[in-house]
């Protein structure tokens, strides 16, 4: 008689895991989240202090990154890629996260990998300021390799009405306020792969204390709090999250039309990381930053005059900041100047 476990689904093994983060799950919870561990559905109150208000969603995965985690066992900044990716977006129109669920497949479960991964996704949303309030970790055997992974998430977020950041204010003389990046966060990961060739994830990193594997899995810094108390000096006009397209196709996204804005890469130092891999894969400048986020990870659209008080809020977190470029007239465009 055929059974799920011979089918390559582990009933007992799944029950083991899912009490064995229990712990860290139910850390990131505070008064306001309603439900208990273990059940269909967990939920979160509204948090005092808004009138009217919106409810954001934002979803995202890791993507390709996981490959390299995976060839080397390497997993303990990966929640850190997929809160960072989701709670982020919201943050850039001014949304506070409040809740965040994950979804783990794997081809088998492995218990210590896949506790430290949702382990990862806790620590991550306590950084966020929100509740990891249920996920899903998903067996796919006969589908997938049996040390396959693949991490997804979506968070909620929410807004006072009225008070969100479109970007709709965005007018000639802004200034643009770079905040900085000291890796790759999760993004151009297919490109990073193809270039690396027979080059071992073993090997030091040129340039780095560190082998080429520790530093291409850096975790992703995770901006939402100080980009919310940067939104609070009420100077920010609009945010933009630094992911694939880079700095000009996300700036590109909240520019009014007939706004357009240049961006002066002189402003700040790239980091090594972006130089090796731009010299091993031939990369031409303009490629790199089409894909690459090139040592900035968050922009802030700011009013003339008003820059020194949001450079300080995310000063105040920790992420070095500074003015990289500004807004103009014209027709709507980002340019890359060197």
Request: net charge negative; with cysteine.
């Amino acid at each position: 008689m055929a059974t799920y476990r011979e089918a390559g689904v582990d009933l007992e093994q799944a029950e083991h895991f899912v009490a064995g983060i229990s712990e860290s799950v139910t850390a990131t919870w505070g008064p306001n989240v309603v439900g208990g561990f273990g059940g269909f559905a967990t939920g979160v109150t509204i948090p005092a202090g808004y009138t009217n208000p919106v409810l954001m969603m934002s979803t995202d995965g890791v993507g390709t990154k996981l490959e390299l985690a995976r060839r080397t066992g390497r997993y303990e900044g990966v929640g850190h890629d997929l809160v960072a990716m989701c709670v982020d977006d919201l943050a850039a129109v001014g949304a506070r996260p409040i809740a965040f669920t994950d979804y783990l497949a794997v081809g088998r479960i492995d218990p210590d990998r896949d506790r430290l991964i949702v382990g990862s996704v806790a620590d991550a949303c306590s950084r966020a300021g929100c509740a990891l309030v249920g996920g899903e970790t998903a067996e796919h055997p006969g589908v997938v390799d049996s040390d396959h992974v693949d991490l997804a998430g979506a968070a909620l977020g929410v807004v006072e009405s009225g008070q969100e950041i479109t970007g709709r204010s965005v007018a000639a003389g802004d200034t643009i306020i770079g905040v900085e990046s000291p890796n790759l966060r999760s993004n151009g990961f297919s490109l990073v792969r193809e270039i690396l060739g027979s080059r071992s994830l073993d090997d030091p990193f040129p340039g780095e204390n560190g082998s080429i594997g520790e530093v291409l899995l850096a975790p992703s810094v995770i901006y939402a709090p100080a980009v919310l108390e940067a939104a609070t000096t009420g100077f920010v006009r609009a945010f933009a999250h630094v992911t694939g397209g880079g700095i000009s196709g996300n700036l590109l996204r909240v520019l009014p039309e007939g706004m357009c804005a240049d961006i002066d890469t002189n402003a700040w130092d790239r980091p090594n990381v972006f130089r090796v891999v731009q010299e091993w894969g031939g990369i031409s400048a303009d490629e790199m930053y089409r894909v690459f986020n090139m040592g900035i990870g968050y922009l802030a659209v700011v009013a003339p005059g008003e820059v020194n008080s949001v450079i300080a809020a995310f000063d105040g977190h920790g992420h070095a900041a500074r003015a990289v470029g500004l807004v103009g007239t014209g027709p709507t465009q980002v340019r890359i100047l060197d």
